[in-house]
C-alpha cells in the first residue's frame, strides 16, 4: 500500500468490509501515487486527496470521504506515522570548519526538525571543493561535519544519535577540475531521521 493510503476493515458476521482512502501527504501535498481497487470486474483508481472505495461482500462502490471524517477513521494510524527524513546542506567558508554566515542562520532549521521528534537518527556529510590534496581534504570534510555535530550535541542533542562523515572532494555537488574554488562543494549534509 502506499504511504499515502489508508485502509480500515471490519468484519461483521460473515461479511467483511474494507474501506480504502487515499490520504494527503504528511505535509498537506496531494501524494504522487494512487491506488487500485479491484472486485475482479470493476477496478476503481483512486488518486485524489480523500478518493475512497469501499469493498462489502466482494463489491467495490464508491464512497465520499472528507478530511474530518478521514482523520476520525484513520486517527490512530495517522499520528503513528514517523516524521519524513528530511536534507539540508549548510555551507562552510573557504578553508574552515566555520559556517558561512546564511548557513549558521539556517543551523536552526536542523536543530528544530531533530527537536521536533521523538526517536531520530542524524547523519552528517562533510564535503569540500576541490582545492587541496586529496588527503587536506578528507581531514577538512571530517572536520566540518564534526563540527556540525558538536554544535548539535552542545545544543542537547544525543551524540550516539549522530554519525559523521567525511567524502573530501568525493560526491561533489558541483562537479568541477581539480583544484576548483566552488563554494557549494564546501557544505555538510545532514539527513535527519
Not at 516524521?83 to 574552515?96: A, C, D, K, M, Q
Amino acid at each position: 500500500m502506499l504511504p499515502g493510503a489508508a485502509m480500515l476493515m471490519m468484519a461483521t458476521g460473515c461479511a467483511q468490509q474494507e474501506l480504502f482512502v487515499v490520504l494527503p501527504n504528511a505535509d498537506g501535498r496531494p501524494g504522487s501515487g494512487a491506488i487500485s481497487v479491484s472486485d475482479g470486474r470493476t477496478t476503481a483508481t483512486l488518486d485524489q486527496p480523500y478518493a475512497a472505495a469501499e469493498s462489502r461482500q466482494g463489491a467495490n462502490t464508491p464512497v465520499q470521504v472528507d478530511s474530518g471524517n478521514a482523520y476520525a477513521i484513520f486517527n490512530q494510524a495517522i499520528s503513528a506515522r514517523p516524521i519524513l527524513p528530511h536534507h539540508f546542506r549548510l555551507y562552510f567558508l573557504l578553508g574552515s570548519d566555520e559556517l558561512t554566515p546564511e548557513s549558521a542562520a539556517a543551523y536552526s532549521g536542523v536543530f528544530d526538525d531533530v527537536h521536533a521528534r521523538k526517536a531520530y537518527e542524524v547523519e552528517v556529510i562533510g564535503h569540500t571543493d576541490t582545492l587541496g590534496g586529496f588527503a587536506y581534504n578528507q581531514q577538512l570534510s571530517l572536520a566540518r561535519a564534526s563540527a556540525i555535530r558538536n554544535r548539535l550535541i552542545a545544543d542537547g542533542i544525543a551524540g550516539d544519535t549522530i554519525a559523521v562523515a567525511g567524502r573530501g572532494k568525493l560526491d561533489l555537488l558541483v562537479p568541477t577540475d581539480d583544484q576548483v574554488a566552488e563554494p557549494r562543494n564546501r557544505g555538510v549534509e545532514i539527513v535527519v531521521r
